[in-house]
């Protein structure tokens, strides 16, 4: 069986472009694969050193939406990226196999430069060494379980090839250690937000949370982006660049061709259409929520399985790092 490692970092709930970007495929690709799921933590830091307090709650909150979602224990191990300091260790061996220059070359580094250049002023000071280091500690993250395949959005391609070419380097110098890992890029990489932005995400305000309430739901949808043309109520509208339409393909609205058809020949009003909507959105995600009041309420049980999957992590990275540790002719005592 072949394994697959993918991940989050918890810096906040997970949310319908989670769901449909990663979310769905993951739990359907954990019966047929030794998945692994990373609670990136030290991640998180990297970026929120100055607030332990969110990276930790989140850590719950995230998990919480993974077994909502329908990540399954007994199939998968979800697990906290801090408890395995093998990583750690192989990230410190990682380092030496990539230079600096090339690590600034990697286009999302090169994108968050940016915008911490922006937001902090040109001094570089807010460029750390940590943040620097991410795709080598991502690295370690995929090769300490020794994964095959590593599922992602688009942003994460850049470091995934990162990741490729030190472990090749590392297999090419210390001999063949670890696989190779692939990256499979998710159909759907990014959802689009209700206000018509190319991307649904925290930092851009528009994001329906797989824990969010009817109340909230309905409130987000009616204040969605719609054919602009369309004034009158029974005015015939190009459901193609509405992001009601949108959404009623995303989540599959039984009547969408109904949808569309009626909104061509001016036969649906906007507030309706939104209306059913927002009732399909939070049906379809009753089950989540049931799921994840289920975990709520039982917390000792969700401890549990992130003890679990941690173990079980732990374990394979053991094992990973005894043959890293003999490659690299550092296992003194043995
Ligand atoms: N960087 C990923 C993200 O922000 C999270 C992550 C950390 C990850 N380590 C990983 C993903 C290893 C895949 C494999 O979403
Ligand atoms: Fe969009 Fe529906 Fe209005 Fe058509 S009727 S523009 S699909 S909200």
Redesign the pocket.
Known sequence: MKTI?????PTGRLHLGHYFGSLENRVKMQYDYDTYI?I?DV?ALTDNFNNPKKVRDNVREVALDYLAAGIDPKQAHIYIQSLIPETSELTVYFSNLVSVPRLFRNPTTKFEVAQKRELFGNEGESITYGFLGYPVS?AA??AGVNANI?P?GED?LP?LEQAREIIRKFNNIYGQTFNLPEAVLSKTPRIKGLDGNEKMSKSLNNCIYLADTPEEITKKVMSAVTDPNKIRKDDPANPNVCMVYYYHQLIKSPNVEEVCSECKKGERGCVYCKKELARNIIEFLKPIQERRKYYENNPEEVEKILKEGTEATKKKAEEVMKRVRENMKLDYFE
């Open positions: 490692l993918t991940g989050d970092r990373l990136a991640q991502q993250d995929i590593v992602v994460q470091h």
